[in-house]
């Protein structure tokens, strides 16, 4: 979705910013940018060689290893004495924004991750590197480069600060990987959809310059961009000129076009008009919410709370970096044999190696699927049959839903049960909104 701003706007939002002008008077601005789906053509990980069928099956795959750090991710959010450290992050099958950093601008590309909550991204000079074929930053070439020194604030939100010559340093090991940099900060820089660029001076990065098996990043996406609730991530930093919403409309990628998806922040974040529905968020890092039930045909199967979470009774994580939405095993087995019920089909295997349970030989046009009801706590969201199911080859269409089990007992809702709704954060009223959309048209 895109809003034109008057050309003045930035300016003035830019200076309210900097000089710490309360945030009210800066909410007349928003902006957009595009979010890159990491299989589409215009991606720096596209693969020409792959067929559209492929990228479906290793983007189901990619999403059942998501789901497991996801979820532990989020039990170990919940017990103090888990450390999230000790997980590797599973990039999966995200979007990708381009982004620039410094003075001049250098142009890079990151996974946008809802659950992590810094910027990140490698830097000159590294050793061990990862093994990234994009150009790498270089601190020193960039004016507005600067260290954060120990005493400062920013230094006290990082989980694993440690001080070295008076410079701010992350420092993550895990196992025998490891990934560490400096606290800096410089500015960042963003195309908005309406062709101007955005500039943000001083946010905070961390500028890796040692990193052995810590984050497994390669090719041409040289770090992430964290859109959680922690104080470092970009929705965070930017929280004066955002007014802390931000929204997405992801395209139905695999059963659509070249459209891209769109990220928007700020007033062209707000989600209005009829046929919106809220929940409250319950878990600010990770973002997580309560899902109470499914309801297909005349069944509803409610959700167990997890075991760890009795009071707030947060259970999912809304993901856009896992596509198939992925249920605690009790769950899924009776919304599938509800949807059985429905679809009058002999079903068949999943050609792509059995990764999914529920097949039919058909095509989404010619299946008859169930609107299937998500029952958010204050939000009901109907899915649609593409929200639900997926064309896997040319004649099976598989449900977009699995199971697993591990602990945690989370909720990981994927990427495509929210094709074609705008989704939208508010950071300060606690909620997170829905409405269905024609996410090719914003
Ligand atoms: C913004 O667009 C210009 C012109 O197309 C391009 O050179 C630059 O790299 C882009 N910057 C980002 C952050 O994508
Ligand atoms: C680095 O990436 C290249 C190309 O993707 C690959 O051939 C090579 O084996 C990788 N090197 C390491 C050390 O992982
Ligand atoms: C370290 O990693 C190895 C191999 O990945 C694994 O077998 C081992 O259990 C890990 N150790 C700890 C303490 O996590
Ligand atoms: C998508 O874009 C690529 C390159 O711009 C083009 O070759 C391809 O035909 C397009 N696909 C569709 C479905 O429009
Ligand atoms: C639920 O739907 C099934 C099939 O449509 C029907 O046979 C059954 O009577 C319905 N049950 C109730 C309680 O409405």
């Known amino acids: 979705m895109s809003i034109p701003i008057p050309s003045y706007g930035f300016g003035v939002l830019l200076l309210l910013c900097c000089f710490g002008v309360s945030l009210s008077t800066s909410q007349n601005n928003g902006f957009s940018v595009e979010l890159i789906h990491r299989d589409s053509s215009r991606s720096p990980l596209y693969n020409p060689t792959e067929t559209k069928f492929q990228r479906i099956s290793n983007s189901v795959h990619h999403s059942i290893n998501r789901a497991k750090y996801v979820n532990q991710m989020f039990y170990a959010s919940s017990h103090t004495n888990t450390l999230v450290s000790n997980l590797t992050p599973y990039l999966g099958v995200g979007h990708i924004m381009s982004y620039s950093i410094g003075s001049p601008p250098f142009q890079m590309y990151g996974y946008l991750d809802l ?19 994009s150009p790498i930053f270089d601190p020193s070439k960039s004016s507005t480069y600067t260290n954060i020194p120990c005493d400062h604030s920013k230094c006290y939100y990082l989980r694993y600060a440690k001080c070295i010559s008076d410079n701010c340093k992350y420092h993550l090991v895990k196992n025998s990987s490891y990934s560490q940099g400096d606290l800096s900060a410089d500015t960042f820089t963003l195309n908005s959809t309406t062709g101007s660029p955005i500039s943000f001076p001083e946010i905070v990065i961390g500028c890796e310059h040692k990193n052995a098996g810590g984050f497994p990043l390669e090719g041409k996406v040289s770090g992430m961009i964290g859109l959680g609730g922690g104080p470092l991530s970009l929705t965070s930093q930017l929280d004066y000129s955002i007014g802390g919403k931000f929204s997405y409309c992801l395209v139905p990628f695999f059963s659509n076009s070249n459209t891209s998806s769109t990220l928007n922040f700020g007033d062209a974040a707000v989600v209005s008009g009829p046929q919106i529905v809220s929940t409250p968020i319950k878990q600010i890092d990770p973002i997580a919410v309560t899902l109470q039930a499914f309801s297909v045909g005349n069944k509803t199967i409610l959700l167990e709370q997890p075991a760890f979470a009795p009071i707030t009774r947060r259970n999912t994580i809304i993901d856009i970096g896992t596509s198939i939405t992925v249920l605690p095993m009790k769950v899924y087995s009776k919304l599938e044999s509800a949807v059985v019920d429905l679809i009058k089909l002999q079903r068949v295997n999943d050609p792509s ?29 109907q899915l649609k049959p593409l929200n639900t199911f997926m064309q896997i080859d040319d004649k099976v269409v598989c449900f977009a839903f699995t199971s697993y089990e591990y602990f945690g007992g989370a909720v990981i809702f994927g990427n495509i049960a929210q094709n074609n709704f705008l989704v939208g954060y508010d950071f300060q009223k606690k909620i997170v909104s829905f409405k269905p959309a024609d996410c090719t048209n914003q």
């Not at 000159?124 to 074929?133: D, E, I, Q, V």
Request: charged share 15%; with cysteine.
């Open 115 to 133: 659950l992590i909550d810094m910027i990140w991204f490698q830097c000159k000079p590294c050793n061990p590197c990862l093994n990234l074929t």
């Open 353 to 381: 190696h059995d990764q999914l349970n529920l097949c039919y030989q058909s095509t989404i046009e010619e299946l008859e699927i169930p609107i299937i009801t998500a029952h958010f706590l204050g939000a009901d969201l």
